[in-house]
């Protein structure tokens, strides 16, 4: 009896919700900006909603919305999205954006999973987007660059005097010497740790933006291997970030380095004028 009483749970957690399957989502890839600004007004909402009797106001406050203009004059394919931020709250940051929709993309579908386990499914991604700073908001987004690489460059460490001068805390505890005998037989070398057996710690993702526009202002081309030793990060995170804000050049005399877009590559150069 128990053991059927297992599977049956077992059973009834592998199931998936599937009513939500045909519902249409778009998938949309945004600036880091735009998602830390999404993030604040949603916890925002959130906190008003819970010092409040109801939530239906503070749920229904729009974060932005999307205006697709169409020309009857051009073919059926003239549809241009445009996304308007409704909040901001960042400094220089753009409120008018782009969104270019990709027309070939792998199908995809979108699943959630609740803390007790289980998985529904919540649509099916009918059209893809990549979110960038529209035209007329750019020289606002290149601002906003150059004054967050600034505030990278700001060091805040500091130094601290030890008032205890003998040493005390710097002596080995009682028991930790004399643990291995200096003349056993049985004690071997340490064995080097390799470069490639470190596992690296990922940087916040804006602090690492930063990081990249710097080593490109020291030179126009880098090999992932490069960047990976100059920043001590995983290669695979690292790529995340390349293939936003670069070009890998894959012929020519730079093949195989990546370099900046010419969006990010104008807010560099203003940022080494001053």
């Not at 394919?77 to 008018?96: C, I, R, W």
């Not at 020291?218 to 695979?236: F, I």
Request: aromatic residues 6%; positive net charge; charged residues 30%.
């Amino acid at each position: 009896m128990e053991e059927d009483g297992n599977s049956s749970s077992s059973s009834s957690a592998a199931v998936v919700d599937t009513t939500k399957s045909d519902k249409s989502v778009w998938l949309m890839k945004c600036p880091l900006v735009v998602a830390k600004s999404w993030q604040a007004q949603a916890q925002a909402a959130a906190a008003a909603a819970s010092s409040s009797a109801s939530s239906s106001a503070a749920d229904s406050l729009p974060v932005s919305k999307v205006v697709v203009s169409l020309d009857p004059l051009r073919p059926d394919d003239s549809l241009q999205f445009t996304m308007e931020m409704a909040g901001n709250d960042t400094a220089n940051m753009p409120k008018s954006y782009s969104l270019n929709m990709f027309k070939e993309f792998v199908p995809m579908c979108i699943f959630s999973e609740t803390p007790q386990g289980k998985v529904a499914a919540e649509g099916k991604v009918e059209h893809k987007f990549d979110m960038k700073p529209h035209n007329k908001n750019m020289e606002e987004y290149r601002k906003m660059c150059r004054e967050r690489t600034n505030k990278s460059m700001i060091k805040n460490r500091q130094i601290q005097v030890i008032d205890n001068d003998r040493g005390v805390h710097m002596r080995p505890m009682p028991g930790m010497v004399g643990l291995i005998a200096s003349n056993s037989k049985d004690k071997k070398k340490a064995a080097p740790v390799k470069q490639t057996d470190v596992k690296r710690t990922r940087r916040d993702r804006g602090e690492l933006e930063d990081i990249m526009f710097k080593l490109f202002e020291r030179q126009p081309n880098w090999a992932l291997k490069q960047l990976v030793q100059e920043t001590d990060q995983p290669a695979q995170f690292l790529k995340e970030i390349l293939n936003e804000l670069c070009v890998y050049n894959k012929r020519g005399t730079n093949q195989g380095t990546y370099e900046l877009k010419p969006e990010y590559k104008k807010s560099a150069e203003d940022t080494g004028a001053e």
